[in-house]
């Protein structure tokens, strides 16, 4: 039985994400609002099915996938690139490769104590996410 991630989750503390944002090269203006944003995450977890959808004041954005199956992602609202997508569960830990044009980019998702932790990385760049449910 894997955990279930599902539910409403609000941000909490956001370390690097200038890193990971340069390293995707965002530009100065949008990094400068994005780091101000304060997301939620509302995660639907059904079985192998799961919605994700990130929601904030400046932009929001929604994923889709099945537990082991390889999907077209298309970044928009982000860094606005296309990537084959792959999420597994290596334990309890939904983990989530990015093939593209951006090398070992990718992110994770757990829950420790009744925190949802998220890390997003790229190129090297680790951004760390924590939530706590709303
Ligand atoms: C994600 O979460 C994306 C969530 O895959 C967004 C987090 C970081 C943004 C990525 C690149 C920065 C580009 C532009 C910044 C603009 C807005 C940032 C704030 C609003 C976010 C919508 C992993 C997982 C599944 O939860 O999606």
């Known amino acids: 039985m894997p955990v279930d991630l599902s539910g409403t989750w609000n941000m909490v503390s956001n370390e690097n994400f200038e890193g990971y944002m340069l390293a995707l090269g965002i530009d100065f ?24 959808q990130t929601l904030s004041t400046f932009r929001n954005y ?14 928009k609202g982000l860094d606005n ?32 104590g009744d925190e949802l932790y998220l890390e997003m990385f790229c190129e090297g760049q680790v951004c760390k996410q924590r939530f706590q449910r709303a």
């Open 29 to 52: 203006a949008t990094r400068k609002i994005a780091k101000m944003v304060k997301p939620q995450k509302v995660i639907k977890q059904n079985g192998d099915s799961f919605t994700i």
């Open 62 to 75: 929604l994923v889709q996938f099945k537990i082991g199956e390889e999907f077209d992602e298309d970044t």
């Open 81 to 112: 690139r296309k990537c084959k997508s792959l999420v597994t569960w290596d334990n309890d830990r939904l983990t989530c490769i990015q093939k593209g044009e951006k090398a070992n980019r990718g992110w994770t998702h757990w829950i420790e």
